[in-house]
């Protein structure tokens, strides 16, 4: 496993910060355009600027690491020998399209099955928070840090829509939820940001493709946050979908306890 | 009733952004630092921020038309002759709470009981909706214009939240949405700016109080939309709380007759 001082590691994090920066025009060319949205089979909307800045970002990959594998929402798999960049160029394409700044582009590195890098860029808003594996959290230039709630019943809890939820999911999640202090819909990714940086301290989701929270993992870790299925396993590329996110430990097991 | 070219009217109007020029450096100075969040009766999150901007508007006021009334969300309605401001000095307290930044401060004048002036304010993106009754809505400096998409299931809907509905309520909303193209939540007053720039298409919300939705009104009609209640009748100081905003007449029309 990469050591966050290896000279790879390093490396890895400037050339992810040239990724979301590359893809950052691209997005807001497109940002509050007339769009052809398409509909995939899955019924999510597709915009021209995601397989834009898609296509953008596996060129500088493959130019920069050409034996690396690539993981993208739109292209779909590549495979490579050790190392794996994880895209999802437009996350939130739903706010995208309806003209609501909060999108986002989420770039991640696998060592193997493990996330050791994870970023998430705000191109609207010029946000940005970086996750390295065995770092702190970076929101712009800046640590962050999760909160320190402990108790559900004090949480802020967020997730982006209930129409994502199975019935039975959406039972779970409910009850939960309900003891919470506040809680609140819409986000995507920005919620993952908002928890690393402490402002809020739940985030469950269902529903979820591996590219939409790969790059969350070193983001929440790095800030002091607990993240994995709503089962407690590490987040993976076979992961169900099932996305339980937690300011800290405690906090974390309550939350799954209370999905059980 | 004020036309828009009579002195007042225009006075009115830089007023009013003078206005939200107040506002945003006091929300800013409070966004994302630690707040002490209280619960009214009604369990709404009530920051410092809320109180520090209205104190600060209704001083302003005060001083620049002492006949006129004021009724804000924080501290009541105080009777005025002819006009009224109408004020919400955070709407969307939880995204602000949250550090969502997403949160609106909302300004609306009443010659009588009718909106003829409304503003939308985002100060954390320095953005800005304002509406004059027989003008063009300006989004910052340049006019917009709400959709001509004409048919709902081609239509992008936004509520804030499923939690603001009553069983009845929603059950209503959710068979009108499920017909949209798109649904999606969170929002607050920043959905009805969409709309009036034309990137969603409807919103449809319950449980409002009249400072969350006066200021609305001449931003969405401005723009070329229709708002009214869910029976489809103006909205004023006495309404139900149950908005309906479409980005035109026809779609207006369909989405009142989905909600019947």
Chains 1, 2 share one sequence.
């Not at 779909?76 to 895209?87: D, I, K, N």
Request: net charge negative; aromatic share 8%.
């Amino acid at each position: 496993v990469e050591q966050p001082d290896s000279p790879f590691l390093q490396q890895a994090r400037l050339f992810a910060e040239q990724l979301a920066d590359a893809a950052r025009p691209i997005a807001m060319a497109h940002f509050r355009q007339a769009l052809a949205v398409e509909h995939k089979a899955d019924h999510s909307p597709v915009t021209v600027a995601d397989r834009a800045i898609e296509t953008r970002l596996r060129g500088l990959i493959g130019a920069a690491f050409p034996g690396h594998g690539i993981l993208g929402e739109e292209f779909g798999h590549v495979p490579g020998a050790r190392y794996t960049w994880v895209l999802d160029p437009i996350d939130g394409t739903k706010s995208f399209i309806t003209g609501l700044p909060l999108f986002g582009t989420l770039v991640c590195l696998l060592d193997g099955a493990r996330p050791i890098l994870g970023l998430i860029d705000i191109p609207a808003t010029s946000e940005r928070w970086l996750g390295l594996a065995g770092t702190a959290t970076v929101f712009n230039t800046v640590e962050c840090r999760a909160s320190q709630c402990q108790a559900i019943e004090s949480a802020c809890i967020y997730t982006t829509s209930p129409d994502a939820f199975t019935a039975q999911e959406w039972s779970r999640y409910d009850t939960l939820s309900r003891r919470a202090a506040l809680r609140r819909y819409g986000g995507d990714c920005y919620s993952y940001g908002q928890l690393a940086s402490g402002h809020c301290d739940l985030v469950v989701e269902a529903g979820l493709q591996p590219y939409d929270f790969m790059a969350l993992v070193p983001v929440v870790e790095g800030a002091g946050g607990r993240i994995s299925d709503w089962r407690g396993e590490p987040l993976g590329l076979q992961s169900s979908g099932q996305v339980l996110a937690a300011a800290n430990e405690p906090l974390w097991r309550q939350a799954l306890a209370a999905l059980a």
